[in-house]
């Protein structure tokens, strides 16, 4: 029943030093994203991939990069961070690439939250 | 304008009482639209889809109005355990294999004994 999974829960990191917000799903999904959550803002996109090998920008991809090796992970570097940076991340992951096809159903993970001090 | 917008709230309701939110979006040929429910420093889920036609699941029903351009969702009867925050997303412009899902920033609700 694992579902999404993200790692880690909690990170503080200095200004400019990078890391990998890591995102693993069990459930065989092709799509697979990564959100921010700021207050007073909606869920922005970052960065998303529709299969392996392919990736695209989201709303809000500076200062963020991605990989997709496998269909079961998807991993968020920063690559120089930022005090912007500050936020709650979150992967998620459909079974449908095509908008509104079936439910729409986006399965999130915990949530990583990320301070940039 | 937000692309797609929510009354922040908090709503502030006695347990057993009927609330209802709205949501605004901005482009009319958004093709699908939701409501997540998030728990305090939990991740989103999915609440219900939105149907044309409307749709109930149990207390809560969703209503749809593409002529004027929000979606509803009505909370009867409300728990304690309703309290959450209720997201607002549309899906605003299929491209193809890419779902846009567009975020409202949400609307807070707290129930009370």
């Not at chain 1, 200095?14 to 921010?36: F, I, P, V």
Request: glycine share 10%.
């Amino acid at each position: 029943n694992a579902g999404v999974t993200q790692t880690p829960k909690f990170q503080v990191l200095k200004t400019g030093q990078s890391m990998t917000l890591q995102c693993a799903q069990d459930m065989n999904h092709e799509y697979m994203s990564w959100y921010r959550q700021d207050p007073g803002m909606g869920l922005r996109l970052i960065h998303y991939s529709v299969g392996a090998g392919i990736t695209d920008q989201g709303e809000v991809p500076n200062g963020y990069n991605v990989s997709r090796s496998t269909t079961e992970d998807f991993p968020l570097r920063l690559l120089s961070a930022a005090p912007s940076q500050t936020s709650v991340y979150f992967c998620a992951s459909s079974m449908e690439k095509i908008a509104g096809g079936g439910t729409g159903e986006l399965f999130f993970g915990e949530g990583s939250r990320l301070t940039v001090l | 304008r937000k692309e797609v917008e929510q009354d922040p709230g908090p709503f502030n309701v006695p347990e057993g009482a009927t609330v209802a939110f709205n949501c605004t979006y901005s482009n009319s040929a958004s093709q699908s639209f939701f409501w997540y429910r998030q728990d305090c420093r939990k991740e989103p889920k999915l609440l219900m889809s939105v149907y044309s036609s409307g749709n109930e699941d149990g207390r809560f029903t969703a209503q749809l109005n593409r002529a004027s351009q929000y979606i509803s969702l009505l909370i009867r009867d409300s728990k304690l355990s309703d309290s959450a925050t209720y997201l607002c997303v549309v899906n605003m412009k299929p491209l193809a294999g890419f779902q846009k899902l567009v975020f409202g920033t949400g609307t807070r609700l707290l129930v009370s004994p």
